[in-house]
């Protein structure tokens, strides 16, 4: 299926220009998520198995990366596609509190602005004023920290401290950039070697979430350029700067940090959801068959959205003594518990079949792996097994509460084997018992397992469902336009959920064993 591409990231342009004052109210916009929920199909040879990698389709997310947030809060989990913002107001990964009006002064917090002038900040707001903390012995002594406006016109407020201890208890979410003296003492220890950027260093460790330009003194670009290297968004010159030009630096650096956050979110995310992505696609089974005739091909769905593996699970293994055993089951849910669950049960099975045990023997032991495993008495799992015999004219069949197998021969229509003897779910009953029934295969057909999702999916609009005499009808119809193995199992598929108007709900796996003469 087409994979979606994800929307590019919009970033505010950065204004050369000082804009006029003037009052506003102000929040940060809402962008909207666009989720893309892709099923992902698997087909399987009898070769490898083939999984349509649907790492995009889990990535193709977009958020809106907003301002403020706790100092040290840790980054959400998630896949972050893009930053879709308006202003320059925001960075982090929250929305910062209602702001006071400008021309008032609290402790440690002082205003830039005409007087009188009023400029409050709401979550419905479209805009949040910026707040920058200067961090300098003698903030009094810098008059560059006048007529700071953001790309709106509206004053930055700003907080001064004079050492490190007076900036942390000032850094709170609604700062959204740092403005550091690089000549302030550093907080190291007597004795230990000198670093000309120990302060910038426990600056960036204090508040990794926020922007930090240096100041440094007229000339010393190279100490500037080491600070950039090491953290700071930028570096400024104390003797040059004026208020235009400082406002602009802010407004940059804030910009940039949200950039640079968004940027890194988006490649943690892409390392999650591809170790998450071969992780699943690895307990997906790859069926041994090697020195067997028939032919294997597998179909498989997940119910669940942006999942590779459901509560489904199938496997097919040949023994030494030439009897191929094939199995489908299905545990109630469609959540992840539900999918280890079924993983757990599916390698259950296959050691046990290769350790000689089959019939109720097996499904008997599997019961107990399932009440051991399950998280709830309630959790229950159906299941189908069959066992082919060396020739590959007999096969032996147990049913635990699963819908019968399909066979198709070129001298008969498709139909379902027996069913009368089906056994309960495991898990329901304790103690119970699953008949061993013996089919004629005949020296060429095709049988096909599967699980109901399939076959529970409705017709159109209705509340009808396929059922089983639905999927045997579509299945004549696929055999007699001459589809066979995958094409058969694609097509089929394919048909069952346009028939259900859109996406299957339940999990979906059907495996198909082939003889050919």
């Not at 900040?121 to 007529?147: N, Y």
């Not at 953001?150 to 907080?159: K, M």
């Not at 094939?326 to 469609?334: E, L």
């Not at 589809?483 to 598929?493: D, I, S, W, Y």
């Amino acid at each position: 299926m087409p994979v979606p591409i994800p929307r590019q990231r919009t970033i505010p342009p950065v204004e050369s220009g000082q804009a006029q004052a003037a009052p506003a109210v102000g929040g940060p916009s809402k962008a909207a998520d666009v989720r893309h929920e892709d099923a992902v199909d698997t087909v399987d040879t009898v070769d490898s198995v083939d999984t349509v990698d649907s790492v995009d389709a889990l990535l193709d997310e977009t958020t809106t990366v907003e301002n403020g947030g706790p100092l040290n809060a840790t980054p959400a989990d998630g896949v972050h596609h893009g930053v879709s913002t308006t202003g320059m107001s925001t960075t982090g990964g929250s929305t910062a509190p209602a702001c006071t009006a400008v021309g008032s002064t609290a402790v440690g917090s002082t205003v830039v602005g005409s007087a009188g002038m009023a400029a409050t900040g709401t979550a419905s707001a479209p805009h949040t004023p910026l707040t920058l903390l200067l961090i300098e012995e003698d903030p009094t002594a810098a008059p560059i920290v006048r007529d700071l406006h953001d790309s709106d016109g509206r004053p930055i407020r700003v907080r001064t401290a004079r050492n490190l201890t007076e900036a942390e208890r000032l850094l709170t979410h609604d700062v959204h950039c740092i403005l550091l003296d690089l000549a302030l003492p550093a907080p190291g220890k007597a004795g230990e070697p000198d670093d000309e950027l120990a302060v910038l260093r426990h600056v960036l460790r204090l508040a990794p979430r926020h922007a930090v330009l240096a100041l440094t003194a007229s000339g010393d670009a190279e100490r500037g350029a080491e600070a950039v290297r090491v953290g700071a968004q930028d570096y400024l010159f104390k003797d040059e700067l004026d208020g235009r030009l400082l406002s602009r630096a802010i407004r940059y650096a804030v910009e940039r940090k949200r950039s640079d956050t968004a940027e890194r979110r988006l490649a943690e995310g892409r390392l999650r959801a591809q170790e998450n992505a071969r992780l699943e696609r690895g307990l997906l089974p790859t069926p041994l068959l090697e020195g067997s005739p028939l032919r294997f091909a597998a179909r498989y769905r997940p119910g669940r959205s942006r999942a590779l593996l459901g509560g489904d699970f199938y496997d097919t293994v040949r023994t030494p003594d030439g009897t191929v055993h094939a199995m489908i089951g299905d545990v109630c849910g469609h959540g992840p518990d539900e999918a280890a669950l079924g993983v757990e049960l599916r390698i259950a099975w296959r050691a046990l079949t290769l350790a000689g045990l089959c019939g109720d023997d097996l499904l008997n032991t599997l019961q107990q792996v399932l009440e051991h495993e399950r998280d709830d008495d309630e959790i229950f799992a159906t299941l189908c097994t069959v066992d082919i015999a060396p020739d590959g004219r007999r096969a032996g069949l147990c049913l635990a509460g699963h819908p019968a197998p399909l066979i198709a021969r070129p001298d008969r229509p498709a139909r379902l084997l027996p069913y009368d003897n089906n056994g309960p779910a495991l898990g329901l009953l304790p103690g119970a018992r699953w008949p061993r029934m013996q089919v004629e295969l005949g020296a060429e057909w095709s049988l096909m397992l599967y699980t109901d999702g399939l076959i529970e999916g409705r017709i159109g609009g209705g509340r009808e469902r396929l059922g089983q005499d639905g999927m045997v009808e579509i299945i004549r119809r696929q055999l007699s336009e001459g589809l066979r193995g995958e094409a058969l199992l694609r097509a089929t598929v394919n048909e069952v959920r346009e028939l259900n108007g859109g996406e299957l709900t339940d999990d979906v796996a059907v495996l198909l064993l082939d003889r050919m003469p």
